[in-house]
């Protein structure tokens, strides 16, 4: 993605280029912008979109941007359905630095890097976010998860976990405000995530039983 401007303005990789849309109608801005951070930056005079007075006297620079995950383009998440003996389920509460939906209980998990197995991914994202070692034992459901008042689109594969080494501690406290264990009964009264609510549907109609045999 590159956004060409006119050079009158300091810009170079790692900035936060904030982009507000203009209405040529009403000549005034509608209010609306995206934060894009920059990658790259090339400058040339060669492009004739200004004057030729202001080209000559800024030049042009084309400023490469950075691509969201699951905004620009579909994610790929995971998640970890970790039960102890007791057959609770391990939720974990997203805090201010969370991608989206924010203060909702959840499945925790995260997003998967490129040339990563989902199943590396989980692991690696629950050592990162709590500390703990974890072993995946069976892949239970894969949700769309389309948040459409944030234009945000992903994928998420989530498994049955269990802990095989450490306690858990919230190692990345701005994304993870608390945690605990609860039932699937005391889930009801949770404010959940949109993927932990498609989770939890699968979990009781797959285990009615319940899955405390996998701690």
């Not at 009158?8 to 005034?28: I, Q, S, Y």
């Not at 790259?40 to 200004?50: A, G, M």
Request: glycine share 10%.
């Amino acid at each position: 993605m590159y956004e060409v401007r006119l050079a009158d303005f300091a810009c170079k990789p790692g900035d936060v280029l904030v982009l507000r849309e203009w209405d040529p109608k009403t000549k005034k801005y509608t209010g609306r912008q995206l934060e894009k951070k920059v990658t790259y930056v090339s400058k040339t005079k060669n492009f004739p979109f200004w004057s030729k007075e202001e080209v000559g006297k800024y030049g042009y620079q084309v400023i490469g941007l950075e691509k969201k995950k699951g905004v620009d383009y579909i994610g790929v998440g995971v998640g970890a359905a970790i039960f102890n003996s007791e057959g609770k389920l391990f939720l974990m509460l997203r805090g201010k630095e969370s991608q989206n939906e924010r203060g909702k209980w959840e499945i925790p998990g995260g997003t998967v890097e490129f040339g990563e197995r989902v199943e590396d991914a989980v692991k690696r994202e629950i050592k990162e976010e709590f500390g703990i070692e974890i072993e995946v034992l069976e892949l239970f459901d894969v949700v769309n998860h389309l948040i459409h008042a944030e234009k945000q689109h992903w994928v998420s594969p989530a498994f049955i976990c269990k802990i095989v080494k450490g306690k858990p501690k919230s190692m990345e406290p701005g994304k993870c405000e608390k945690f605990g264990w609860f039932s699937m009964e005391e889930t009801e009264k949770l404010a959940l995530s949109l993927t932990t609510q498609l989770n939890i549907l699968v979990l009781r109609k797959k285990y009615p039983k319940g899955v405390s045999r996998y701690a």
